[in-house]
């Protein structure tokens, strides 16, 4: 039976990618993922990588048409089972997948400011609006955005609320541009913000 490594390969920056997963893609016979994904494979394994379809229903096809025995890796960004694709590769293929987690952009964030883990809610807002309700009611929620609720209109629903909040919001985590500002919910700018992780916390 073939089997699929899902390789979690960080928060985007080379240091973290690939870390003790290098014997993984050696004796894998394809490497999937998406094209900036498959920078990150060593020179040596570079002619084993295929980008990966981003339809769910056309990868799901594209891995059932491998044959039997085919060793396949599939890189994806930070923790492959914190709204990553672990979750849904684990149960269309049962029995056949194997999760190598990497850091994820959260705990990435997280240890840039110091911020423990251990008593917050993780959620994230891509392709799907977000109980704010519940957001708000906590005292700290990570979120993973997407370009349609992003920090800012995170930072007006706590506003709308009355809540006293504290945003921290980190983009392009890990690469040289890296970005990290802590604000109040009322400081948030309306403006583009590149790929980034939101924290909401109560205000200390």
């Given at each position: 039976?073939?089997?699929i490594?899902v390789?979690?390969?960080?928060?985007?920056?080379?240091?973290?990618?690939?870390v003790?997963?290098?014997?993984?893609?050696?004796?894998?016979?394809?490497v999937l993922?998406?094209?900036?994904?498959?920078e990150?494979?060593p020179?040596?394994?570079?002619?084993?990588g295929?980008?990966a379809?981003?339809?769910?229903?056309?990868?799901?096809q594209?891995?059932?048409?491998?044959?039997?025995?085919?060793?396949?890796?599939?890189?994806?960004?930070?923790d492959?089972?914190?709204?990553?694709?672990?979750?849904?590769l684990?149960e269309k293929?049962?029995?056949?997948?194997?999760?190598?987690?990497?850091?994820?952009?959260?705990?990435?964030?997280a240890?840039?400011?110091c911020?423990?883990m251990n008593?917050?809610?993780?959620?994230?807002?891509?392709?799907k609006?977000?109980?704010?309700?519940l957001?708000?009611?906590?005292?700290k929620?990570f979120?993973v955005t997407?370009?349609q609720?992003g920090?800012?209109?995170i930072?007006?629903e706590a506003?709308k609320?009355?809540?006293?909040?504290t945003?921290i919001?980190?983009?392009?985590l890990?690469?040289?541009d890296e970005?990290?500002?802590?604000?109040s919910?009322?400081?948030?700018?309306?403006r583009?913000?590149e790929?980034?992780?939101?924290?909401?916390?109560?205000?200390?």
């Amino acid at each position: 039976m073939d089997m699929i490594h899902v390789v979690g390969i960080g928060p985007g920056d080379a240091r973290f990618c690939l870390v003790g997963q290098e014997a993984i893609c050696a004796q894998a016979d394809v490497v999937l993922g998406s094209e900036r994904h498959l920078e990150v494979l060593p020179a040596a394994y570079r002619d084993k990588g295929k980008v990966a379809p981003k339809k769910l229903a056309e990868l799901d096809q594209l891995l059932r048409c491998y044959p039997e025995e085919t060793q396949i890796v599939y890189l994806v960004s930070g923790d492959p089972l914190i709204y990553g694709l672990g979750k849904w590769l684990s149960e269309k293929f049962p029995g056949r997948v194997a999760i190598q987690p990497g850091i994820s952009a959260m705990q990435y964030l997280a240890s840039k400011v110091c911020l423990p883990m251990n008593d917050a809610y993780l959620t994230s807002s891509h392709a799907k609006v977000p109980n704010f309700d519940l957001i708000m009611s906590l005292p700290k929620v990570f979120m993973v955005t997407d370009q349609q609720v992003g920090p800012y209109q995170i930072a007006q629903e706590a506003v709308k609320r009355g809540c006293r909040k504290t945003i921290i919001i980190g983009e392009q985590l890990s690469y040289d541009d890296e970005r990290i500002s802590i604000l109040s919910a009322q400081e948030v700018e309306d403006r583009a913000y590149e790929m980034n992780v939101v924290v909401v916390l109560d205000e200390g």
